[in-house]
């Protein structure tokens, strides 16, 4: 194993760790599932920041064209859809807990449901092509406008006044200060932990794919395996002109 | 002089409505789902004897202008696949012309959905509308923002199985934003709401409509360009032989 694996492993027994001896909350009707949040929006800010990736890697496809970009693509809309359906499920857990209902019709809760399904839509859209260019080109498409809106749902939305006055989830903590040390502490280690650890996932898929691509490729050239040797290179008649030697037409 | 691109995109308009006219089945269906789409939403308020809430009312027609388009939309795209002309129309147009002419289409179609089903819906449930010429505006932009938004997603599900579920499947999603505003609009119709949080809603649902409207055009030429090719693939990165292990840029 590399020295990154190791430090990964540390890390998550050290979050493990800390996650059960970090003192209960204050103010919360369970104090001790009060922790959840440490994954809660933890999750959530990775799941934004994998939002914003994907709208660079499909504006790349559609720049440069290859199968390398896609790959990178369809790999971190999966990771997305991921975590932002661990955010809403441990929101879910919460509010049963906390007020009482596992769904509150909440304006935050119900913006971000939107942008678990705009994921969903997103491998549902993946699945259903067997070609790779045009699953490429169109999950590209579907990339661009589900980062747009996914953007506008998840940072602006739950911001406007009138939104804000009417949900019951909070939208300062972090930036008010609002969170004691312990709980700071907790949060900022699982971030950190999650980030790296969807960045080694990234790695490992993307690097799956590819060579999972490669082989496809290779089989289609080989005869042993049922393969067409004449399928390599696309060739096309050229005319010739007469002053190459060519026939008068 | 017409530029080519607007000659383009009127040929292929004119060339919708000429088709639809000329067999009219696709019309008929089309017209049939949003009729029996309404009638059985009206029946929902039928064993209670009592006229819905405002906000009911407001949010059972957005459902039916939602359903009926998702049906009466994606045919203008996904036929076009099924019939075989798909290429035969990317011959004598370009995809983004191409694109715009059928958005277009698209936009008069959902106009009528909307309207028929406003006139219909309101008479089966016997709502009492407060601003009808605002029932009217907010209806004709909550039909623009559905109409390119499920326009775009059936150009993105082009080649791929189960297209017409998928059209919806992944235009829903989309949408989901435009149906919450949409309902904050036609609320205040019927008397409900308040006017500052109506007039933005208002605005975003414009805002929408013409980001879903420009977006189809602007990637219609990266997105049905690829459409149908036999594609090679021009990454050295996937070549047999390749080394995968390192993440090339």
New interface residues.
Partial sequence: MKVQHHILALLIFAATLYTFLAPPAVGFAESDLARVIFFHVSCAFVSSGLMIMAIYFGIQW?RK????WDARLGTVLELGALFSLFTILTGILFSKVQWGHFWHADPRQ?SFL?VV??Y??AI??RT????E??R???S???A???G??GV??SFF?PRIP?VQQSSVHPSDTLSGGKLDTPYQIGFLGIFILLSFLSVFIY?MR??VV??E??LD??NE?DPARGGDPASV??VRPVAVSEEHGGTPG | MNSPWLEQTKAVFFKEIRTDWRTKHGLFVGGLFVLLATIAMGFATMFDGQQPSPDLTAGMLVVTILFSGATVIPRIFLAEEDQGTFELLRLFAAPGPAYAGKLFYALLQMILVATVSCLMFVEMVQAPVVQPVFLLVSAFVFALALGGGLAFASSLVLGAANRWMLASAVGIPLLMPVVVLGIICLRYSFGVGRWGETFQSLIGLGGMALFSIAIGPALAPWLWGLAGQDKQSPNPNLEPGHNPSKLER
């Fill in positions: 559609f064209q290859t199968l390398e119900t939107m399904l705009l969903g839509g549902a859209l259903s092509f067997s070609d260019w045009k490429a080109s169109a590209a498409g579907y661009i406008a589900l747009v809106l506008f749902l939305y009138a790695r993307v690097r590819l060579m691509q490669q490729n290779f050239h290179g696309v």
